[in-house]
């Protein structure tokens, strides 16, 4: 069964403010998703003014919306310059993205994206990938699975589930939902079920579509694509991925490491706008309880010697 509501786009105001639009500016939304934002970024441009938006996923740009000032752009955000390239751009005035998965993600029962329906366990964002959650999980050794589980789903019993799967699946493979979680229930904490069956899935989903690598290279290309004085603004979910925008924005490295010039000043290619991120206040979780989770980080482009 899938929704009506396709999705709802957090932070919503807070993150058109933060690019500090210009009627005539050249944007992109790297997460098309819903097109929530990027209709917003629209509604504020002028003719001479454009936007790009990515989405891997064939759903969301066969639902995109239809404008002059408006191209989409079936692709991971992780091939953000080559496409700027392709279409004659050399310079943005702001790109923003928000990492969240879609609504239609979590309540389309055939994706796998969510352990509140039994389906086959695909989980990928862009359908023509490879390999989906059902391969990872048959084909990945013990080891392996243990890692992904404790790095991007950090669950500390990760080693007694990865070997249960591996158990289980000698004798028959793990094809779907019900099947996955009739493996790892005895190993979750039924005061914390939805939380720990969340972190689960999340762990499972990252590595499917490859995305805190994708991101890396996302915010490298960002500032390479973004004219001095251009915004990024980045939404994240989870602390793995505000981790990695946190450092990068700040220090431009992900590993948070300061480096300083021979006058003491940080080293970094761009200035942090916000020292804290901005949250949902409590009217809009209570409208979108989805966004609860959410933060804004926001950052200006200093100059082009980073390039």
């Known amino acids: 069964m899938v929704q ?3 999705h709802i786009p957090a932070l919503l105001t807070q993150s058109i403010d933060a690019l500090s639009l210009r009627s005539d500016g050249i944007y992109v939304d790297a997460t098309y998703g819903g097109g929530g934002h990027s209709k917003a970024i629209v509604e504020r441009l002028s ?12 759903e ?3 639902r995109a919306m239809t404008d002059e000032r408006f191209t989409i752009v079936y692709s991971n955000f992780r ?3 080559n496409f700027m390239r392709f279409y004659g751009v050399d310079k943005v005035d702001g790109i923003l993205a928000d990492l969240g998965v879609s609504f239609h993600h979590f309540d389309d029962s055939s994706r796998g994206f969510s352990f509140r329906f039994d389906s086959n366990l695909d989980m990928r964002m862009n359908r023509n990938a490879p390999h989906t ?5 048959n084909n990945y050794d013990e080891s392996r699975l243990a890692d992904i589980l404790y790095l991007f789903g950090e669950l500390k019993n990760s080693r007694r589930i990865a070997s249960a799967l591996v158990k289980a699946r000698a004798n028959e493979p793990i094809r779907t939902v019900e099947q996955l979680l009739s493996v ?8 914390q079920e939805k939380k720990e069956l969340a972190m689960l899935f999340q762990a499972l989903r990252i590595e499917v579509n490859g995305e805190l690598e994708a991101l890396k290279q996302f915010l490298c290309q960002a500032v390479k694509v973004l004219r001095p004085g251009g915004r990024l603004a980045i939404i994240t979910y ?3 991925e505000d981790r990695l925008v946190k450092n990068f924005m700040r220090t431009g490295n992900f590993n948070g490491e300061v480096e300083k010039d021979f006058f003491g000043k940080i080293k970094s290619p761009m200035k942090l706008i916000t020292s804290k991120p901005i949250v949902p206040d409590n009217d809009e979780i209570t409208a979108n309880p989805r966004s609860r989770s959410a933060k804004l980080r926001v950052a200006e482009k200093l100059n082009d010697n980073a390039d």
């Not at 003719?47 to 064939?58: I, T």
């Not at 959650?133 to 999980?137: K, L, N, Y």
């Not at 790892?184 to 005061?191: D, S």
């Open 238 to 240: 989870h602390s793995l």
């Open 4 to 6: 009506n509501t396709y």
């Open 47 to 58: 003719p001479q003014g454009h936007l790009y938006a990515f989405d891997q996923d064939d």
């Open 133 to 137: 959650a059902e391969w990872v999980i």
């Open 79 to 81: 091939f953000l310059s």
């Open 184 to 191: 790892i229930k005895p190993f979750i904490n039924p005061r």
């Open 60 to 62: 969301a740009v066969a």
